[in-house]
């Protein structure tokens, strides 16, 4: 990447006021199988927030329900301050293409402040030699992230498993400084685990993703472009949904982020 | 309890429509120490819904922000439709007090459709020995149901441990057959983390859970009014916020709820 080009994500997130209206347009670099690839949908909704002239604080959790297929066209981010405090703020955001609403979130943004900290759950045991694969074969999006595995592990593509655990290694593709926008598409990179738990390709797509950032605004700046562990696994499968949790960790052993999705699937 | 009383939870999630607003009050019977109890909030939020005349299938998801108090006084529940699918709905409901938002929430809800299914997650080591505890120095919303922990333990009370690890046993106290707004306060019934990891009392509130159903409605008239097993821990405390997840079980290892929270604390 030259020091004049624009990272993929930064197009892709790229927006202008038309007619007093946040406007954005999908990217054919985030394209997933079908429409777009739900984390950068999730950064736009997080980044219509970060941008607003109102805005409080930093971070502290969003929940994106993907309401309808993102059609590959221009977009609406219509985000709303609900409720501000002290040093909270609620936000709503709604994306719409064609005045139809195909994406709802909300966020709460809060100011930190300095206290006791510790991190209960455990690091996770990574493998020693954690290695790129061949991503040839994956959507458009997946090029904008470096993946690694341990050796002989592939978690997107489909194995046979009696677990629907996944440990990997990402960063964004050409490296980028982390900030609130890419860790949260990042938070969306774990593959739908009914692909790892049947080892079969089967209709899937999340229906809802809830983030929770452990992290500040300096602390981010201080992790740069370095790689994040991602440790996923699925819960309980009933019904044509099912629910898979992550983590993103530092390799130095900060949680950054948790993160819950609740995926609809077939068969 | 006579069978012509009214369970304290059907008495506070009794709604009226008044001037075309669907109109609730809230409960001396819930009350936490500062206003309600956050599961009857979350319960009324997801009961807007339930009784929507328009509500298409059952809930798989809900994400509730506690944006402002909620003052001990009435509210209105406004619950919106953004976008109906074939087998899906998505819905953003308010709760309002003095015309300002004091809660928001998103929910999807969809027609389950019989599938594969499977728990990765291992079903959680109970102790043999589980037992009622003096619950009167808790809290009124406490009273609405039977708590049953290890001998000696009870996460209730702060107490010193490396560990935010509970396991309880729950059901609504007099018994009633559980749906699913009776399950989305069962959801919020485990007391902040930060309790059970500091041994003390400090400020501490949720601001937003999120919480993910697995089951639907027969699957939940079978389970009557048996109690729910209740395991529950904490991520990640880092300035001025932290997470804790949670599960639900039957006895027989049904994995009913898996819910998430990012909850406010203070020092």
Redesign the interface.
Known sequence: MSEKSIHPIDAALAFQVIDGQLTGRTSAAYMNMIGPFGGITAAAMIKAILIHPDVLGEP??L?V?F??AVQDAPFVLDAKA??T?R??Q?W?V?MLQND???T???A?F?T??????????AFPQLPDDMQPIDQSMMPPWANNYRFRFAPGENPLVARGAD??ESILMIRDEPPRPLDFASLTAISDIFPP?VFV??GKFVPAGT??I?I?Y???GDRLKQYGAGELIGHA?????????F?Q?A?LWTPEGD?VV?T?Q?V????
Chains 1, 2 share one sequence.
């Open positions: 502290i959790s929940t329900n309401a309808a609900m409720r405090g040093s909270t609620h709503s709604t139809e609403i195909v709802t979130a909300t709460v809060a930190r402040r300095k206290t006791w900290e510790t991190t209960d759950l677990t629907s685990r738990r049947r229906v809802s809830t929770y452990h992290t500040n696994r699925a819960n309980r499968f009933y019904n044509r949904y629910d949790s983590e949680l948790t819950t609740i609809y699937f077939k068969e």
